[in-house]
Each structure stands twice: as structure tokens, then as C-alpha cells.
């Protein structure tokens, strides 16, 4: 089956009778994509399947009344994101109350994520990701991992592009220097 334009979905959508087809098709093209975003946000599995649900959810109630001022993808993204940001404040109130510190709790869960398949290259990248304040977290991933361009990400995030530009290279900065620092420490293999 060929996959539908986004066009395609949102007007089979609003069509009155292919609302459940519209929905299917959009999983099926969206839902790795949104899945690994959110995970990148979230670390845990489980955490990402539950955001990743409650996303489609609200997707599922936005579409009633998107008209196209965003790309469907960036929109769907904006929700993905903002779900996955809600669901680590509320995790961090429950766990830390009023502390603003949620990267201890990231980097216990990538530790100890059993679906992790990377290579301790990979585990130290993501530890020098989690390290960075969330937007520049948020731009890093969007950017290194969802190669997404700077238009898209800024209609995500709601930002500038050139402010963008300084949060990615900030980011990246930050990342080098971390994974320069973590080169220095002895290992004990």
C-alpha cells in the first residue's frame, strides 16, 4: 500500500467516514518517528509508550480542528514534545517535589534500560546529551538525531532559526567538551 501525503490523511480525516483509516495511516507513518523522538526525551521505554499513546490521543482530537497553519509533521512533533516535557515535570514533582534536577533520574534510567542497543560510544553520547539544559537538549536531538531542519525545529519549538543555530552549536560545544572530559577518566575494563 502506498504511503498517503500528509494532505491526503488530514482530508480523509475531515471527510466525515474515514476518520479510523486517517488515524491508522498516521500511526503507521509518524508513529517510530514520534516514538523515538519522545524516547530521546523520556530514556525509558515504557515512559515513551505511554507518552507516545497519550500524543496520538491528542492528535486524535486536534485533527478536528487543524487547518494547516503548521506542517502536519512539526505539529504532531510540538505535541510529542510538549506531552514528553509535561510527563517529566510531573515525573520530577513526584519524585524530587520542587527540585528542577531530572538528569540524575535520566541517567539512572539509560543505565538501567535494557532495550538500550547502543555501544558505550553511544551510552556516553547520550549521557553528555542528558546533561544539557532542556532546549538545548530538545534542539541537539532534533537536530544530530531527527536530522531535521532549522525551519522545522523552530516551528516545533516555537523559536527563531538563528537562535536555533547558537542553541545547536552551544549544544554542541557542551557535548565535545563532555565527551573530551570522559576520554581523560581511567577506565577499570
Given at each position: 500500500m502506498k504511503e498517503m501525503s500528509d494532505e491526503d490523511i488530514v482530508k480523509l480525516f475531515h471527510s466525515g467516514n474515514g476518520e479510523d483509516k486517517a488515524f491508522r495511516a498516521l500511526v503507521a507513518k509518524y508513529g517510530e518517528r514520534l516514538y523515538w523522538h519522545i524516547r530521546k526525551i523520556v530514556i525509558d521505554h515504557?515512559?515513551?509508550?505511554?507518552?507516545?499513546?497519550?500524543?496520538?490521543?491528542?492528535?486524535?482530537?486536534?485533527?478536528?480542528?487543524?487547518?494547516?497553519?503548521?506542517?502536519?509533521?512539526?505539529?504532531?512533533?510540538?505535541?510529542?514534545t510538549n506531552e514528553a516535557i509535561n510527563f517529566l515535570n510531573e515525573k520530577r514533582r513526584k519524585t524530587y517535589g520542587n527540585s528542577q534536577e531530572i538528569t540524575p533520574m535520566l541517567e539512572n534510567q539509560l543505565e538501567s534500560d535494557t532495550f538500550f542497543c547502543g555501544d558505550s560510544i553511544q551510552r556516553e553520547l547520550q549521557k553528555a546529551v542528558l546533561k544539557l539544559p532542556e532546549r538545548q537538549r530538545l534542539v541537539f536531538?532534533?537536530?544530530?538525531?531527527?536530522?531535521?531542519?532549522?525551519?522545522?525545529?523552530?516551528?516545533?519549538?516555537?523559536?527563531?532559526?538563528?537562535?536555533l543555530k547558537a542553541t545547536y552549536h552551544n549544544a554542541v560545544k557542551k557535548i565535545e567538551e563532555c565527551l573530551k572530559i570522559s576520554d581523560t577518566l581511567p577506565t577499570f575494563d
Open positions: 515504557d515512559d515513551s509508550d505511554d507518552v507516545l499513546q497519550n500524543t496520538f490521543i491528542k492528535i486524535w482530537r486536534g485533527l478536528k480542528e487543524f487547518r494547516y497553519e503548521a506542517k502536519l509533521f512539526t505539529w504532531m512533533y510540538r505535541v510529542a536531538n532534533m537536530k544530530y538525531f531527527d536530522d531535521m531542519k532549522y525551519e522545522d525545529i523552530a516551528e516545533v519549538l516555537n523559536v527563531a532559526v538563528g537562535t
